[in-house]
């Protein structure tokens, strides 16, 4: 038998940063990335309702904090991989919010060239790895990822974000176990609204503390508040410099969101009063009182902040109204990575063989 390749030994362990306050250079970032990525999302669900963004559609309204502590945290070498409800990750991730919402659109100066939609973004200078509209599709390629790191040994990380959902299919213990068995550059990250669709975790999981689930792997784990960025961005921090040094992580947000599951879901499973309940707790907001009490803003950089906020949603508006439809042609370019012998590069009803002799071909 051939002989095994000796593994390398594991890069050093560092020690995880002690907690400390955010500066308000940081805090105020963070409201910043909170408020566009709200108003981008609100500008989004009333695209669809006027029928100009189609398919699925998934906001992350009420999951700001988590969506600016989280990328803040990340190097720019870091490799994302996430879920279908992708859109303030993208942006937080650097792509330009023009791209993102043509990709909404549909259009060719997306993101995805206008292939992709809502689900399915894709940016490789950013290094936004995907969003994927399979349950879990996500876990066994971003571990993978982590395993070529690991093989070449790099010093990126790879971090995979899921609902809570996803902690309940086959691929989300397959990929931990093998994550904590060959020691993987690895951060997963459940953002935790408590509900899979519409049931509740408690009602789904045995063990509702999603991130204790990491003790079955001997892996390191942490649940932190969700609605607050900087507890994001600190738990973030501790589990890069674990998952650097070859010891994968599991950290969990809780985050509720606002709205249904998708734009389309009225969220009937919810009372009255746990609407009004959340939307007292709205994270933005909240994060607002707390830096106003610190001196960080006044209610008149609020309104500036909103305001160019709005400005910004409405000129990607615009660059994605103006962007042209794909090309037809172009529908099976990006079917692969690299060509395939026997891709079929026919659309519905086209001929299987051409015409041979004033024959005509089998209909396909």
């Not at 990340?74 to 994302?80: E, I, N, Q």
């Not at 093998?178 to 550059?185: E, F, K």
């Not at 997963?188 to 999603?210: F, R």
């Not at 001997?218 to 410099?241: E, H, K």
Request: contains cysteine; proline residues 6%.
């Amino acid at each position: 038998m051939p002989a095994t390749k000796a593994r390398p030994p594991k890069r050093p362990a560092r020690s995880a940063p002690p907690a400390r306050s955010v500066p308000k250079e940081q805090s105020l970032a963070f409201y910043r990335q909170m408020v566009f990525v709200r108003r981008f999302e609100e500008r989004a669900a009333r695209a669809y309702t006027e029928a100009k963004i189609g398919g699925y559609c998934h906001l992350n309204l009420g999951e700001e904090a988590t969506v600016a502590g989280l990328i803040a945290a990340m190097a720019p070498d870091d490799y994302l991989f996430t879920n279908y409800r992708e859109h303030g990750y993208a942006l937080a991730r650097g792509i330009a919010p023009e791209r993102v919402m043509a990709e909404l659109y549909g259009r060719s100066d997306g993101v995805s060239k206008g292939w992709g939609g809502s689900m399915h973004m894709f940016d490789l200078a950013s290094r936004f790895m995907g969003g994927y509209g399979i349950v879990g599709g996500q876990l066994p390629l971003a571990t993978g990822a982590a395993l070529a790191i690991d093989y070449r040994d790099g010093g990126e990380a790879v971090v995979c974000l899921m609902g809570d959902g996803t902690t309940n299919i086959g691929a989300f213990h397959e990929s931990l176990n093998l994550a904590a068995l060959w020691g993987l550059p690895i951060v997963y990250v459940v953002v935790n609204n408590g509900l899979g669709m519409g049931t509740t975790v408690e009602q789904s999981s045995a063990e509702p503390e999603l991130y204790k689930r990491a003790g079955s792997y001997r892996m390191a784990s942490a649940r932190v508040d969700g609605n607050d960025p900087a507890a994001v961005y600190d738990g973030m921090r501790t589990a890069l410099l674990a998952a650097r040094a070859g010891r994968p992580y599991l950290l969990e947000a809780v985050s509720e969101r606002l709205k249904g599951h998708s734009v389309v879901d009225p969220a009937r499973y919810r009372s009255r009063e746990e609407a009004e309940a959340l939307k007292a707790a709205d994270p933005i907001a909240a994060y607002a009182v707390k830096l106003h009490e610190r001196g960080v803003l006044t209610d008149e950089l609020i309104a500036e902040i909103d305001g160019e906020a709005i400005a910004a949603v409405a000129r990607a508006v615009e660059f994605a109204e103006g962007s042209p439809e794909p090309e037809v042609a172009t529908l099976f370019d990006y079917t692969y990575a690299t060509p395939v012998p026997n891709d079929s590069r026919r659309l519905p009803g086209e001929a299987l063989f051409p015409e041979v002799s004033g024959v005509s071909g089998v209909s396909a």
